[in-house]
Structures are given as C-alpha cells and as structure tokens.
C-alpha cells in the first residue's frame, strides 16, 4: 500500500512539473520579453493642461472627467507650464497625459529648438484637438498696428522654451525682428501678459490659445482690445518655412474686435508617454472622440474624430491607431 501511495506522489509531482514547464497557456509575454499590447488599466491619471486663465486648463478639466466618467480610470487635470514643460514631465515620467502643440512635439522629437541635443523617445500621438491661434495682443490706443511695430517695445513673449515663445520667435524671425536684439521681451503667462498691458507694464503679448482666450477676454472687459495682423505674404513665408503653421483668422465680435484680424495658428494636441499599454490607450481615445458632444467648452466643436490626425508629425500610439483604425481614419 505504502509503494503504491509513493508511486501516485511521484507520477503527480511528475505530472505537475511537465505543466509548468508547457507554461500553462497563462503568460502574456511575447518571447522576447516585450508586452502584446494589453495590460491592467491605471488606477489614476495625471493630466498636464497649462495655466489656469488659458485654454487647456478649463478643457483638460473636462476632458478628465468624460475619461474617468468612461474608462473607470480617475483622471485629474493638473495646471502646468503648458506645452515644452509639458513634453519633459513626459519624458521624465511625471504625468501620462498632455496637452502640447503640435509644433512644440514636432521639435521634442526631432531635438531641436528647446530640445536642442536631447530629443524626447518615449512620447507618443493620441490626438489633435482644434487650432491654437498666435494672437499677439496690444490695446487700441497702443499706435501698434503691425508686427513690425512691435521693435523697440516691451512685450511678452512667454517663457523660454514655450510653445509661445518659439511661435514668437518664429514670426518675428519673418519679420526681420529678434527676441534679443529688438524688443524687450518679459516671460510672463497669459494671465500676467493681459495684466501687464492693462496696467500699462508692458506694450503687447504674444498668446497662443485658443479664441477666445480667458485672459484675453478678461482684459476687454475694461480695455479696448486691439490684436495685429500678420500681413498674408508673412504667412505664407512662415508656412513655407515651418509646415505646422496654418493660416487662421480672429472673427470679427471677438474681444470686441470690429474687423476679422489674420494671423496664424498651429494645433492643439494631446500626446501620451509610451508606458501606457495598448488597451488603456484605445479606452482613453475612446472616450474622448466618442463623447465630444459633452464638452460644454466653446473649443469642444472644433474637436471630432475626423480631425483628430490633422497637424500630427508624430507617430501615434498603438491604442490611438488601433481606435482610429476601427473608425475608417487609418488603414
């Protein structure tokens, strides 16, 4: 009896081993090591929007709330520098979701601009949401009625690296202006910019965001608003050199402007770091696109699934690709 028992231990030890050696069917690892695609959803979210008196804060808040709302995954919103700042808390795993401009990845991952010698590997594409328009505010009785009367005068141009300080650069590059040599450039946000004209600090500001701006609308408020064109030759020799710009115009009634104002913009975006798996990923995109309708925010009609790959030059995440290729935008 006992060598019988002994010998029904030792089959089932046997038995035992040869199916964990067969894996059992159970990993989902490819052979090499890397992940299918899958795994666990986060518990939470951190989404990186910008400063609280612009565009991204206001709508980062609630686009975090459809996601929670959707995915079961808690989203929070988070006030940021904005766009360059933005990308390197990606880069360095500070936050998993961004709003950016798509001019300000574009250079993170080509290294160059702010990103000059440390381009940025581990940022991905989920989408583009609407234009950012570059407005360059000054008041009505400022005698700044063109770009190139911005020379010898204060003005805002944003922090140092932003994705408004590059634009600011860039136009007055085509202008035959520099930052350093031909104005005085203060690095303030939205908030202090519009502040500072009222009290008659600074001349003007540069302001990428969408119309209308908060800060810009709280500055009409007390302030006859003036904002400069860019002469259409200028446009189309930024365009040319920068593809991210597009031609945009400020609609007459905004800020209580009594003409259309043209100018250029870029878009806004939303990009991930590439530590969120596949099926997170698609859940997110999911949410946002399947539910524009719940943005009460004037910028929610400019954001729809057949826009959502314009301006992006970078590449997409698998889970974004995956949900635009469900929904005929990829093949």
Known sequence: MRKKTLFTFVMLFVLAMVLVACGGGTDTGNEDGSSNGGGEAPEFLSMLTGGTSGT??????????????ETGIQTDAISSNA????????????????????????????GVNAFDGNPVDNVLALGSLYPETIQIVTTADSGIESVEDLKGKTVS?????SGTYINAEQILEVHGLSIEDDIEAQNLDFGESTGGIQDGNIDAAFITAGTPT???????????????????EKINELVEQYPYYAADTI???TYGLEEDVTTVAVLAML?????????????????????????????????TKDSALDGIGIDL??????????????E
């Open 251 to 253: 609609t007459a009634g």
């Open 56 to 69: 991204y804060y206001p709508l980062g808040g609630e686009m975090a709330s459809i996601i929670t709302d």
């Open 271 to 303: 990009a991930v770091t590439d530590s969120l798996s596949e099926d997170a990923v698609y859940d997110i995109t999911k949410a946002i696109y399947d539910n524009t309708d719940a943005i009460s925010h004037a910028k929610g009609e400019f954001i």
């Open 157 to 161: 141009v944003g922090a140092p690296g």
């Open 83 to 110: 766009s360059a700042d933005n990308v390197v808390s990606l880069q360095e795993g500070e936050a998993e979701l961004a709003f950016v401009q798509t001019d300000v990845i574009a250079n993170a991952v080509e």
């Open 214 to 232: 908060g800060a810009v609308e709280g500055l009409g408020a007390t302030t006859d608003v003036s904002i400069v064109p860019i002469a259409e």
């Open 317 to 330: 995440h698998p889970g974004a690709e995956k949900y635009f290729q469900e929904e005929g935008l990829l």
